[in-house]
């Protein structure tokens, strides 16, 4: 069983910046993809970022030039760094990664953008 554990959320000043990590059990060479999700009280999870197997990422427009995804192979990590943060970022952060016939989801991790 795979289980991926999300870290770096916390409160943060509108403009600041965070990094979220996403530690996974196993190697993450098995994934095609990987990637953040959030969500909102009452809204529906939407994707933020994602990242496949050769590299190549995708973003919602709206954080599209304040974020960014990426990875370390060797660490079985993913990241999400995200700078000039908005109080609309606000959010429950979740980690997915998809298999063949599967996907993952971490248990999530609070960001607040709030003075």
């Known amino acids: 069983q795979v289980q991926l554990v999300e870290s770096g959320g916390g409160l943060v000043q509108p403009g600041g910046s965070l990094r979220l990590s996403c530690a996974a059990s196993?190697?993450?060479?098995?994934?095609?993809?990987m990637g953040w999700y959030r969500q909102d009280p009452g809204k529906q999870r939407e994707l933020v970022a994602l990242?496949?197997?050769?590299?190549?990422?995708t973003y919602t427009e709206s954080v599209k030039g304040r974020f960014t995804i990426s990875k370390d192979n060797a660490k079985n990590t993913v990241y999400l760094q995200m700078n000039s943060l908005i109080p609309e970022d606000t959010a429950v952060y979740y980690c997915n990664a998809k298999e063949i016939g599967r996907a993952y989801w971490g248990q999530g991790t609070q960001v607040t953008v709030s003075s």
């Open positions: 196993g190697s993450i060479f098995r994934f095609y993809d």
């Open positions: 990242i496949t197997s050769g590299g190549s990422t």
